[in-house]
């Protein structure tokens, strides 16, 4: 069992939601106290999954290639592949009939023909987000190759226009051409086709926001100095979710992580970091900043936070 709450044990326990603003998350509330279930032996990490995922390890990995892909999370939740791919590389027009996807850009440029919304030109910095039933195409752009994550949840489907060639056949199907009533989910809250955090923070009133909301799909870009934390506490176990796991696609600058049966690392810009649940885990800003983190989950979030001194 992966962290799901049973209803005898919900009764047991009472939960606190953390819905605060992104970069609030660093600076935490008095939290009220609560009885909750932590498994005595720490959540294992799933088969494949690492703590730390560096972007450096990977380009070293896959140097001299001009398009590689590498599966950096495949639990219960997510499914997620870091990409690279050069200029002219082209994925067709495809949708997933019951899910969302996003993709955040790391490095270079790739045009998005989303359906019913203008193209999007997605660079260093972007989250772009296609709605079940969705409609979209996208091509590498620019002089030098493309960087990005491609997120989806786990169990997603892939449908193709009957107009368009037909995919490889699977083993164990037969492909058949049938009709669908196409009408893509509205993009609703936070959630928006593009956005953009090197735009977004030219805004002096941003401080970080939801970028992604479903209800097996979070994404907060948390955002913010350390200059303007407390003093790092090497202490500190700040908190875990018994729900979900937590992961974290570094966006800008460098982020400071303390994880249990872990301990502490920074990393950086283009890295990703994953958390199991139950497990304690305290995350900020590293560095003269502004520093930001992807922060994904299944879940909205909801803090269960170290009470010291009791």
Known sequence: MRGMITAA????ALLICAAVPAAAQDQRPAPTAVWAPKPTQTTPYPPSHKPWVKLADLKAKHAGQPAWNE???NDVNFHAEYNQAPPGTKVSSRFR???????VVIEGESHFTLAGEDPIGATRGSIVQATKKTRYSFEVAGTGPALWVDVNQQGYNTLIPAADPPPAQMPGFTLMKVGINIQPAPYTGSNKPHFNLHEAEKDPKFNGQNVVQDDHMWAQAIWGYEKNLPPYDATDKGHFHVSTNEWWIIMESSIRHNIETVGDFTSNEGDIAYVPPSTWHATRFAGPG???RLAISGFQFTNLLELKGQ
């Open 9 to 12: 044990r919900a009764a047991f």
């Open 71 to 73: 599966v950096v999370v």
């Open 97 to 103: 009939p019951d899910t969302r996807e996003f993709w």
């Open 290 to 292: 502004p520093s930001c």
